[in-house]
C-alpha cells in the first residue's frame, strides 16, 4: 500500500506523511481490533495508542517492512495484553456482531505482499463452526450462557433443568469447542484458551 518514498517520509518525521497513514490504516485497524474487543472507547484507546507508539519510534521504522504489518502486530499485541489484564469477559468479544463481509477487508500481510484472510478472522469463523456442531441442548445452553450473557439459573429453569446440569454442558461445550479448535490452530494456544475462559 505504501511505497519506499511514503515509508522513507514517515522515517524522517514528515507529520503530513504521518496523517496520510493515520487516516488510510485507522478504520482497517478499528475494525481488526473490534475482533477482540467489542468496548468501542477501548477500542478507539488501543488503536490510537499504536499510532502513537508507532510515530515515537518512527526513526527506527525499518523502510523494508510494511507500514501496514507493523501497525496489525502493534494493535494485535495491545489487544491480546489487554484481553489478558482484564481476565476476559465473553461480553468483550463481539463475536456474534461480526460479519465476515465486514471483516473482507482484513488481511494478514505477509512479506510476499499476498493478502489472506487474517488468523483472527480465520478462528472466529471456526468459534462459530465449532458452536454450530455442539448437539441442540449443548449449543443453546451455550450460546444463552456465555454468548447472551444470561443467568445460568434462568436458563435452567426456561429449560426444565437443573443448574448443576447447565454447568455440565457449559464444561462440556468448551471441551468440545477447545478440541476442534486445538486441532485447527494448534499454535494459537493463547487465543483459544481466552476465548473459553
Not at 448437539?135 to 443448574?163: H, N, Y
Request: net charge positive; glycine share 4%; with cysteine.
Amino acid at each position: 500500500m505504501f511505497d519506499v518514498k511514503t515509508k522513507s517520509e514517515l522515517k524522517k518525521g514528515n507529520p503530513a506523511v504521518f496523517r496520510e497513514v493515520f487516516r488510510l490504516l485507522y478504520p482497517r485497524l478499528k475494525g481488526y481490533c473490534k475482533l477482540f474487543i467489542s468496548d468501542e472507547s477501548e477500542v478507539e484507546d488501543i488503536v490510537q495508542e499504536s499510532f502513537l507508539t508507532f510515530w515515537e519510534k518512527h526513526k527506527s521504522i525499518n523502510t523494508g517492512k510494511r507500514i501496514e504489518s507493523l501497525l496489525f502486530v502493534m494493535v494485535r499485541n495491545r489487544c491480546l495484553n489487554y484481553l489478558k489484564s482484564s481476565r476476559l469477559d465473553w461480553g468483550r468479544i463481539s463475536l456474534d456482531n461480526l460479519d465476515v463481509q465486514e471483516l473482507q477487508y482484513l488481511y494478514q500481510l505477509d512479506l510476499n505482499e499476498k493478502e489472506e484472510k487474517s488468523l483472527e478472522e480465520m478462528l472466529v469463523l471456526s468459534f462459530r463452526e465449532a458452536i454450530n456442531n455442539l448437539p441442540d441442548k449443548m449449543k443453546t445452553v451455550f450460546v444463552q450462557c456465555k454468548l447472551e450473557g444470561r443467568k445460568q439459573k434462568e436458563v435452567a429453569e426456561e429449560l426444565g433443568i437443573s443448574q448443576k446440569m447447565i454447568e455440565k454442558q457449559i464444561a462440556k461445550a468448551k471441551s468440545q469447542i477447545r478440541e476442534q479448535l486445538m486441532k485447527q490452530y494448534p499454535t494459537l494456544v493463547v487465543l483459544v484458551a481466552m476465548l473459553l475462559e
